[in-house]
């Protein structure tokens, strides 16, 4: 397959912060054999995007790495165990001697489905050659970056954290519902400080919080969160809504503000990893 790689780093090779970025449903390339194998109109896959969150993440990041994935999440989902393929669509899945999980049963795989309301996505099944190239091309390498980073921040540091930065749509009224869920694998993928840091810079910013649910943490937090090893993952779901349009499609008049909420959050995870040696600067 021609196409531009799969996802872009930003930042040094030697890791210049503990802090790790990771933003693995930005991607928005739709390869043509994708296209070709749709059901539904392509603009449709734009629900399963976490829309222009990789602006926001560009644009807070100063010396941290920086993953962004760039291929669609419809094609393959970074977010998931190579073990979740789907019966339905995918002549390579095979039952593995557990149970699928909740994601894989709602159509949520490692290649999607499903999405929103709309049904079926796709109008053909896939060889289990196709999806095999998709992981090795795909989703082997952002791991294989991903781990190679937090191991050489690890080493440098100490420590480090993993902030894997997702966007989620409006959980309810702006005045009532979080707009910010804050997951660690209920503690098991990084220590509780660190969410109550980020807790507290999202009071500071008037926004509304929660811890794990309804967005507790997927493959990226159980794969890389190692908190015993001195490895920290934490997924952030922002609200759509505070950065985006009416529409919820464009960047809108509120991405300045979640801009600098990030930046926070970035700030405190560092300062709340490496204290002393922040404190001395």
């Known amino acids: 397959m021609n196409s531009p790689p799969s996802f872009e780093r930003y930042g040094p090779l030697l890791p210049e912060s503990p802090v790790v970025l990771s933003a693995p449903h930005a991607g928005r390339d739709y390869p043509a054999v994708l296209a070709a194998a749709l059901r539904v109109p392509l603009p ?5 995007e976490d829309r222009h969150v990789d602006a926001l993440a560009r644009d807070a990041r100063r010396e941290e790495t920086l993953f962004v994935a760039t291929r669609a999440r419809a094609w393959i989902d970074l977010n998931r165990s190579e073990q979740e393929r789907d019966p339905h669509i995918d002549d390579g899945a095979q039952r593995i001697g557990r149970p699928p999980s909740a994601k894989l049963r709602s159509g949520l795989g490692i290649v999607p489905r499903r999405v929103g309301n709309l049904g079926q996505l796709w109008c053909r099944r896939f060889t289990d ?9 795909d989703h082997r390498p952002y791991h294989a970056a991903l781990a190679e980073a937090l191991g050489a921040a690890h080493r440098r540091f100490g420590i480090a ?3 894997d930065i997702h966007s989620m749509p409006p959980l309810g009224h702006a005045a009532s519902a979080p707009q910010l869920v804050i997951g660690d694998r209920f503690g098991r993928a990084a220590a509780a400080r660190f969410g109550t840091r980020i807790a507290g810079v999202a009071r500071q910013h008037g926004i509304a919080s929660a811890a794990n649910t309804p967005y507790a943490g997927g493959y990226i937090l159980e794969r890389h969160g190692d908190p015993r090893g ?7 779901e922002f609200d759509r809504a505070l950065y985006l349009d009416a529409a919820l499609d464009q960047p809108g008049a509120g991405a300045a503000m979640t801009k600098a909420l990030l930046r926070g959050i970035i700030d405190a995870i560092a300062d709340e990893a ?3 040696a922040l404190a001395a600067e």
């Open 161 to 163: 954290v993993l902030l």
């Open 44 to 48: 449709a896959l734009r629900a399963l």
């Open 274 to 276: 490496l204290p002393r």
């Open 230 to 236: 001195g490895i920290h993952a934490i997924q952030l």
């Open 129 to 137: 050659a196709e999806i095999v190239e998709r992981i090795e091309e």
